[in-house]
């Protein structure tokens, strides 16, 4: 079964706008990653949260992890129509080549 | 990070065949990972691939129906055989990165027909 379940499960934003996107998991992680999918295609990796960080940046994306609540949140800052695409949240539990555990992704539309 | 290519990019495919699903890593990596991705929903992990070993699979997914080869480090294929409608998603294959993220090929969308 799937670890990661993402919320909302869909979002449609106006352009300049901030996006939010929650992530819950049930089972103790070593690390949680983003990802992004344009239409379907190979997926690009955003940012990764170790289990022992609350918050991480990368350009106009933070990333936050609440371990005690088994949560994460992505947050993309003046969005662009770029941004369009689908978003998933995935889970690592042991070592650098473990095997990643993603949800059910959040489809993100910025409206230019 | 390491550059995969991964072909065919798509392909439509009868019924009861088989296609064979190629990814080629610019630097050597000691695993490999191949995903499914079925229409409109996440990934999920089919198989990790060790070079000199047998693929380890995840439950609901068997050798016979998806035969992995890993003849060197670079270098991976994934096999979906005795194909039915229900086999048509989108096959990825990963290779872990250097900070920790995995990299993805661009995928393998597969139409069953």
């Known amino acids: 079964s799937q670890q990661g379940e993402e919320d909302p499960q869909a979002l449609s934003i106006q352009e300049g706008e901030n996006a939010t996107m929650n992530c819950s998991y049930k089972?103790?992680?070593?690390?949680l990653q983003w990802y992004r999918q344009n239409s379907g295609r190979g997926l690009v990796h955003l940012i990764l949260i170790r289990s022992n960080e609350r918050e991480k940046h990368s350009g106009r994306l933070r990333v936050t992890l609440d371990t005690s609540k088994k949560s994460s949140s992505l947050l993309i800052t003046a969005s662009r129509a770029a941004d369009t695409a689908s978003y998933f949240c995935a889970t690592a539990f042991t070592g650098a080549n473990s095997k990643l555990t993603f949800g059910k992704g959040i489809t993100l539309s910025v409206r230019p | 990070s390491a550059v995969i290519s991964q072909k065919p990019s798509r392909d439509i495919c009868q019924r009861g065949t088989s296609l064979t699903i190629q990814c080629q890593v610019d630097s050597q990596v000691t695993m490999m990972f191949w995903y499914r991705q079925q229409p409109g929903q996440s990934l999920t992990l089919i198989a990790t691939?060790?070079?000199?070993?047998?693929?380890?699979?995840e439950s609901g997914f068997v050798i016979d129906k998806f035969p992995i080869s890993r003849p060197n480090l670079t270098f991976s294929t994934l096999t979906v055989s005795n194909m039915s409608p229900e086999d048509s998603s989108i096959y990825l294959c990963s290779v872990t990165g250097r900070v920790g993220g995995y990299t993805f090929g661009s995928g393998t969308r597969l139409t069953v027909v």
């Open positions: 691939a060790n070079q000199g070993s047998e693929a380890t699979y």
């Open positions: 089972t103790s992680i070593n690390n």
